[in-house]
């Protein structure tokens, strides 16, 4: 026998707690609610208006081109945040909670939608979770490609090859 039960029993308190946070994670997931900031103007080069939104993790700042090129920025306002990006968007759920809000940003781009997940302060010898924050769009058009590059993420429109119409 490979593993014998207390060998089984060791591997089960380890990742006991790594399925606890998957699972809690996930079920935040499941659920997000949406509360509008703000409408966008456009001519030649688009303005979001106003171009920047506090959130609980820190000042986001949005910018759309004229070709729908979507860039939004975060300056977290706590240590240890990490910034995924998602080309489709999240399904909704409950409204802001202490530890989750969800931010929308209307754009030309899409509606850029910001899920925020804030992990509570833990005992100092506990390993720290770090705080998420999804950044996901809803193109108007064709798909869109998501490029995260340390807090700024950048949404680009899919053109299909060949001539244009």
Known sequence: ?????????SLGRRLGPLVLAAGLTAGNLAGLAATPANADT????????????QTPLGLVTVTASATNVVTVHLDPS???????????QLPPGP????????TTIDTTGGLVIIDEF???PGPPARFALPNLVIISIIPPGPPCRAHTSGTTVVFTPITPPGPPN
């Open 78 to 88: 706590a240590a240890h945040t990490l910034v995924f990006g998602v080309p489709f």
């Open 42 to 53: 456009c001519g030649d080069t688009c303005v979001v208006v106003p171009g920047t939104v």
């Open 118 to 120: 804030q992990m509570p």
């Open 95 to 102: 409204p802001c909670r202490p530890d989750y809000c969800r």
């Open 1 to 9: 026998m490979l593993f014998g039960p207390h060998r089984l029993a």
